[in-house]
C-alpha cells in the first residue's frame, strides 16, 4: 500500500477540516455529534460547559445548549461514561460490555474490579431492583449496602453508590438516563438504550476505530491507553508520513487532496482537535497545558485558556471568564504566540464577540 508523504500544513489541514472547523460550517447540531462521535463532558464550566462550547465553535450562534438538552431528553443522544454519543453508536459498545459481564466469549475486564461486584453481588442487586421499581434515580437515593467497601488513594474511597453504578455502566446493566441539575439520573441500560443489534466486539472496535479516524483525519495507529476514547486508530485509513515527525500516522484517504479554506475559532480546552496534546505539538508546533490545577502564580496563560484557531494554525490562548452573576465576560488576556496580523485580530475579535453575546453576556 503506497505510504502518503504529506506536510504539516496537509496533516494540520485535514485535522480542522475533519473536526468541522474550516469556513464550511455546518448547521445540525445531531450532524456535528455524528461526525465528531463525541462530546465530552466536564464539570468546568469557566466560560460555558465544554460540551457546549465544542458544539457552539461548530455551529456558531445559531448553537442553543437546549438543543443539546432536548437531544438528551429525547435519546437521540446518550451519555456514557462522560462522553455524549449518538443513540445509534452504543450497538458498537454493547458486544464489550456484554465480555466484561461474561455473557461474551471472553472476560476483558479488570479481575480487581469484577471481583469487587462479585463480593458485593447483594448490593448490585438491591440498586438493580430499585431502579426495576423506581428509577431513574440518583444516586443520594440509592442506599449503599455494600459489604466490602471500595479502596482507593484517590476521591473514589468508599464512594460505593457512584462506583457500583460506574462498573454496572460498563457491564451493560445501567445507564445514565438523564441530568437532575448536575446529577445524573440512573436507569436501567435496556431502558435507555436503543434495542438495535449489537455489532461483534471485533468488528466494533474496527468501526470505531474508522470512525474515530474520519473525525480526528488523521491519527497514530497506537498510541498511550486511555481509559475511555482511545487517540489511536489502529490499522484505519491508510499510511502515511509527516514532514518533520517520525513514525508512521494512520489517514483517512477520503480527506486526501480536498479543498481547504480556514476561519477563526475558540477552542474547548477538551476539543478532540487539541485533546491529544502529543498529536498538537507534532502537527500544529503548539504548546499548550491546561491550568486549572496550577496556583495562580504559576499560570502562563490562565485558568481555563481557549486554544485561538486562525485557519490551519492555533496562534494563541483566550485567558477569559464568565462572570454569570456580574453578567460580564471578563478577557484578561489574548496571548499571542506569533504576531497577529491585522485580519487574524479582526478575524479573533469578531469571534470573542461572538462568545460574550451567545453567553448574553457584556464583553470587557
Known sequence: MTVHELSRADARRIAVRAQLLDRQQPTDLLDVVRKLTLLQIDPTAAVAPSADLVAWSRLGNSYAPAQLDAALQDRTLVELRAMIRPAEDMRLYRA???????????????????????????????????LTESGPMVSRDLPDTAVQPWGSSGWTNNRNVSQMLEFLVQLGEVAVAGRQGRQRLWDLAERVYRDDPVVPAEKARHMQDERRLKSLGIARARGQECAVEPWDVGEAGEPAVVEGTRGQWRVDPAALGQPFTG???????????????????????????????????????????????????????????????????????????????????????????????????ELR
Open 96 to 130: 464489550d460490555m456484554e465480555e466484561r459481564s461474561g455473557r461474551g466469549e471472553n472476560s476483558l475486564w479488570r479481575e480487581a474490579r469484577w471481583e469487587w461486584v462479585r463480593v458485593n453481588d447483594a448490593f448490585r442487586r438491591d440498586i438493580l431492583a430499585r
Open 263 to 361: 476561519r477563526a475559532a475558540l477552542l474547548s480546552p477538551f476539543d478532540r482537535l487539541v485533546h491529544d496534546r502529543k498529536r498538537m505539538a507534532e502537527i500544529f508546533e503548539y504548546e499548550y497545558q491546561l491550568e486549572i490545577y496550577k496556583p495562580a502564580a504559576r499560570r502562563r496563560w490562565g485558568y481555563y485558556a481557549l486554544p485561538i484557531l486562525y485557519g490551519d494554525r492555533l496562534v494563541g490562548k483566550l485567558d477569559a471568564t464568565a462572570d454569570r452573576k456580574a453578567g460580564v465576560l471578563k478577557v484578561a488576556a489574548i496571548h499571542r504566540d506569533i504576531n497577529f496580523t491585522m485580519a487574524m485580530t479582526s478575524a479573533v475579535g469578531q469571534e470573542i464577540e461572538k462568545l460574550s453575546q451567545w453567553l448574553g453576556l
